[in-house]
Structures are given as structure tokens and as C-alpha cells.
């Protein structure tokens, strides 16, 4: 029993270095990008007008914004690189288009939440202890227990042709307590810094941040993954 729990630690342990080695690269290009962005608002008064007139439409539509925003630049935009790369099947484009478009819409009205909530509990000057705070809860409470599981499984049953039915025999003890868990450890090295930096943004702005970092990632990763099926 003792070898059988070293070995699958090893596995874990290797898996997570794996792929933090795979997103180390790709992360720092993330991170600059958010740094970057944040750094104009602060520092560079047209950046700085411009973000106030997207944090005006964000306070005056609220979710409603959220929802568009975040479907725009975490769905639809992703989606039309993947369609352009030709890594959607023809037979399944408007399905997952519509896929992308309305988790996505939830998500950015349910990261919305979670940033007010945060901001109830921790306040909403940008101090170092607050975001430290915030993103703590963030990436070690909110991610783990609900944003990377939901995540997973809603992409896991696209993947399995939109039939709860096969999703039902993909969702196994093995991917709450080794499949994710290893993402989550490899991707910290990723999110931590990008969501320290969404978090030194005032509310309003947070969101449109997310969208960014979001739609980086996602552009990203689907870059280098097409990159190596081609090199395959």
C-alpha cells in the first residue's frame, strides 16, 4: 500500500512538473502582457481614459457586460482562431460555437460575482494585503474547488460529443484526485502572478482584465498545441 501511494505521488509529482515546465514560457508572455496593461492605466493617461470609459460601461451594465465581454473574448474569439486553424470538425461548428459563447457568458458573470464578493469581504483598495488576500482565496479555495473542475468537466463533455451518457463514464475518482489537482499545481506558476495583477485594478476593471488574460491564455495555448499536432 505504502509503494502504491509513492508511486502514484511520483506520478502526480511528475505530471504537475510536466506541465509546469510546458507553461513557464507561455506564462511569462501571459504575465508581461497583464503587466503591461496594467502598468499603462497607472502610468499612461490616454490607457488610463480609455480604461475609465470601459470601467463606466462596466459599472452602468454590470453582469449584463460581464456576460458579453467574457463570451466575446474568452469564446468567440478563441473559438474563430480554432476555426481558422482548422482544429473544430466541420460537423460540429455551430454546437460549439454555441458552447463557447454561453459558458463563457456564464463564467464572466460568475467570476463577476466571485470579484464582488471578494470585494465585500476584503475591501476594494488595491493594497498589497488585499490582493495577496484575494488572490490566496482565488487560486487555492475558489479555483480548485469549483473553477477547474467545472471548467474541466463542461470542456470534458464537449470533447465527448455533448452525451452526458459518455461524460458520465469520463468523470472517475482518478480525475478529481490526479488529472486536476496536477493542472492546478502546474498552472499556479501561471495564475497566481496574472491574478495578483487583475487585483491590483480597481472593481470596475478587474473583469475587463480577466477577459484579456483570459482570452491570452486560452489564444496561447491553442497556439502551441496546434504547433506541436502539426510537428507530429
Known amino acids: 500500500m505504502t509503494n502504491t501511494n509513492d508511486r502514484k505521488k511520483q506520478s502526480f509529482l511528475h505530471a504537475a512538473a510536466k506541465g509546469m515546465r510546458a507553461h513557464i ?3 511569462l508572455v501571459l504575465q508581461a502582457v ?18 475609465e470609459n470601459i470601467a463606466v460601461l462596466k459599472t452602468e451594465y454590470g453582469f449584463l457586460f460581464s456576460a458579453i465581454s467574457t463570451a466575446l473574448f474568452g469564446g468567440l474569439i478563441p473559438f474563430l482562431y480554432l476555426l481558422a486553424t482548422k482544429q473544430i470538425p466541420k460537423k460540429s461548428t455551430h454546437k460549439e460555437l454555441l458552447f463557447y459563447l454561453l459558458l463563457w457568458a456564464w463564467k464572466g458573470m460568475e467570476v463577476d ?9 476584503f475591501g476594494y483598495d488595491p493594497s498589497v494585503a488585499v490582493i495577496v488576500q484575494k488572490t490566496f482565496i482565488d487560486q487555492f479555495v475558489y479555483s480548485p474547488l469549483w473553477a477547474a473542475p467545472s471548467l474541466t468537466i463542461a470542456f470534458l463533455w464537449k470533447d465527448c460529443n455533448f452525451s452526458f451518457a459518455t461524460l458520465k463514464e469520463k468523470i472517475t475518482k482518478d480525475l478529481f484526485t490526479f488529472k486536476i489537482p496536477s493542472v492546478i499545481f502546474s498552472t499556479w506558476v501561471v495564475w497566481i502572478p496574472a491574478v495578483a495583477i487583475i487585483y ?28 506541436n499536432n502539426q510537428a507530429a
Open 25 to 27: 514560457v507561455p506564462g
Open 34 to 51: 497583464a503587466l503591461s496593461i496594467a502598468l499603462a492605466y497607472y502610468f499612461n493617461s490616454f490607457a488610463k481614459n480609455l480604461f
Open 113 to 121: 460575482s466571485f470579484y464582488r464578493l471578494q470585494g465585500i469581504i
Open 200 to 227: 491590483c485594478l480597481p472593481m470596475a476593471l478587474q473583469v475587463p482584465m480577466f477577459n484579456l488574460v483570459i482570452c491570452f491564455w486560452v489564444l496561447i495555448l491553442n497556439f502551441i498545441s496546434g504547433h
